[in-house]
């Protein structure tokens, strides 16, 4: 099979692997920052890029020169560049691997691979238990017990599930392929993608047509297969080159489509007690539809006749994990309005320029309105984050003035004045009370010292949230999945004193954080707990981060009137405000 091309997620990859070759070689910033950068407008495309390469565009994009146009195209078109491979053959392939690790960087890397000729995680892990890494200028033997912990936590990673967010822009662009081919009637992701799973393994399509053999040779000969694994009557198998990842599309008749979706959408669980129910009333729900005792088919239009046939309440794909939804369906008491993105009003958590974004105020409020947004809560680092640029309180007053500028310069949409203010490690703030009453949204995030005992990390949100200048307790468990675990936490006793002090807690929507979880979500939303949705957003291309975030907080059961930033944006401020005087 001849390679195929690229989509702009495999080639915006590649880009950032050639910047952090260019740093191993040591090149100057500027070179290594237009590969990041392009990686960057690539990713934020909303045009078909192959398009852009066939019509010799590429160099209108910003920031893209006829040399990086011409890589870009060799990419898109060939599956691969010859620079890259050049780059890849002058270090041992194992170099990029330990780049992952955490808190490695390109000097760190490069420093052991000169120092001790260490190529591999499996030669860096060695090397640490023989004592020979604290023996390099820069490193110690905390350094050594410090990378084994993150050797240990990637090896837990490598080979799992893959995040949400890093899968779904790949699931969308298939989907948007399948659908405009002829004949298709409806086309759905199912499996983990469907329930809007924090991790997801395979991916699971599922079209309904006359016909399968079209739809099956889209997927066959779409941009970005790397490898097909084959391909029968009714479903074909590819391996994307982004990510490695396993797609599975099945293509039947659209009479059988809402029973095949519901099947393969799982949750497994789910799907035992539901059968389980269906057999009590004489019913046996499969795959390939749903049938009477005596054989005869129950015609299926979409999934929420299954549930009304079996008396229950429809249940939502994000909610299908067997945990208590079922008996809620059952009694009639499952929420009917989970929270849309489409309520969302405003985005929550972001950064720009001022500290470590990589937009400007004004960019930054233009994207987030075309997103059809009606403001934006600027939220800077605090002063105490010097390696992310965090302000003095200076930077923060003029930060406002520039603020007020763009709220004139961008008719329609508005600029929030706030701060993600450290949580110190005493569960002091990082300004002055007087700074912070100034402000109209103040988030409080714990970014270092994640090390602390349960009882010291607990206590110090405790003590955070007794400043009355608090509304909003940021990425409350500071997790990365598969990089960082969360810090040790007691969140009951957490939740109840937000509930105590109306303080709000953060469904942060950064794919690698989805933090609170869901299962922390509903156990705000069962103590009253007030929650806004955030992006997380360090630049245009984060904003769109909302839609994970909102997926969380479905999951975990929340409702529309359970996220404040559903409300426009002068509610919002007063919404806050009055949680906390309550």
Same mark, same amino acid.
């Given at each position: ?241 982004? @990510?490695? +990842?396993?797609? %599975? *599309?099945?293509? &039947?008749? /659209?009479?059988?489509? $809402?029973?095949?979706? #519901? ?68 009694? @009639?008491? +499952?929420?009917? %309005? *989970?929270?849309? &993105?489409? /309520?969302?009003?405003? $985005?929550?958590?972001? #950064? ?231």
């Amino acid at each position: 099979m001849n390679p195929s091309p690229l989509d702009k997620n495999a080639v915006a990859k590649v880009l950032r692997e050639i910047s952090l070759l260019l740093q191993l070689k040591g090149e100057n910033a500027f070179k290594v920052r237009a590969y990041d950068t392009a990686a960057d407008r690539l990713l934020g495309l909303t045009q078909d890029l192959g398009a852009l390469v066939r019509e010799g565009r590429l160099q209108e994009l910003p920031g893209i020169g006829q040399g990086l146009a011409e890589k870009i195209s060799e990419l898109v078109t060939t599956g691969k560049l010859g620079f890259h491979e050049e780059l890849k053959a002058a270090f041992p392939s194992g170099l990029l691997e330990i780049l992952q690790l955490p808190d490695m960087g390109p000097k760190k890397a490069m420093a052991l691979w000169k120092e001790l000729g260490v190529g591999s995680v499996a030669e860096l892990e060695q090397a640490c238990r023989d004592g020979r890494v604290r023996g390099i200028k820069g490193f110690g033997a905390k350094s050594e017990a410090k990378i084994l912990e993150g050797i240990a936590l990637h090896q837990r990673a490598q080979g799992k599930r893959k995040l949400l967010g890093d899968v779904l822009p790949t699931v969308e662009g298939l989907l948007e392929r399948l659908k405009a081919v002829p004949g298709v009637v409806r086309v759905s992701p199912a499996g983990s993608v469907r329930r809007r799973a924090e991790t997801v393994g395979d991916v699971d399509l599922l079209a309904s047509a006359p016909e399968a053999s079209p739809a099956l040779e889209a997927l066959a000969n779409a941009p970005g297969v790397a490898v097909l694994i084959g391909k029968g009557e009714s479903k074909c198998s590819v391996r994307m080159v982004e @990510g490695d +990842l396993q797609v %599975d *599309l099945r293509v &039947l008749p /659209d009479e059988d489509f $809402a029973t095949a979706l #519901h099947h393969f959408t799982g949750s497994k669980a789910h799907h035992v007690r539901l059968r389980g129910i269906g057999q009590d009333q004489g019913f046996k729900i499969s795959e390939w539809g749903v049938h009477r005792s005596d054989g005869t088919k129950v015609p299926i239009r979409d999934e929420a006749d299954i549930y009304k046939l079996l008396g229950m309440q429809y249940v939502p794909p994000e909610l299908r994990e067997d945990t208590g939804e079922i008996e809620a369906a059952l009694a @009639g008491k +499952l929420p009917e %309005d *989970l929270i849309e &993105l489409e /309520d969302v009003r405003g $985005a929550v958590h972001s #950064h720009s320029t001022w500290s470590d974004g990589k937009h400007s105020l004004e960019q930054m409020a233009r994207a987030a309105k075309a997103l059809g947004l009606q403001y934006l809560t600027v939220t800077e680092h605090s002063q105490a984050a010097i390696y992310a640029g965090g302000l003095k309180e200076d930077d923060l007053k003029r930060q406002w003035e520039e603020i007020d500028r763009v709220n004139e310069a961008v008719p329609g949409f508005r600029l929030l004045k706030g701060i993600e203010v450290d949580i110190l490690e005493t569960g002091a703030l990082d300004y002055r009370d007087s700074v912070l009453e100034q402000l109209e949204v103040v988030i409080g995030s714990i970014h270092v010292r994640h090390s602390l005992n349960e009882e010291q990390m607990t206590q110090r949100l405790l003590n955070a949230m007794d400043n009355p200048c608090l509304n909003i307790i940021g990425h409350p468990t500071g997790r990365l999945i598969h990089e960082r675990d969360p810090y040790p936490l007691r969140m009951e006793a957490v939740l109840d004193r937000a509930a105590e002090r109306g303080v709000v807690m953060e469904v942060n929507g950064k794919p690698a954080r989805l933090d609170l979880k869901a299962e922390h979500v509903r156990m705000a939303v069962q103590r009253g707990v007030k929650l806004v949705v955030s992006a997380d957003a360090h630049k245009i291309e984060d904003l769109p981060h909302l839609i994970f975030a909102v997926a969380t907080a479905r999951k975990g059961w929340a409702r529309k009137g359970d996220v404040l930033n559903t409300q426009p944006a002068d509610q919002f401020i007063r919404a806050l405000k009055a949680q906390r005087a309550r």
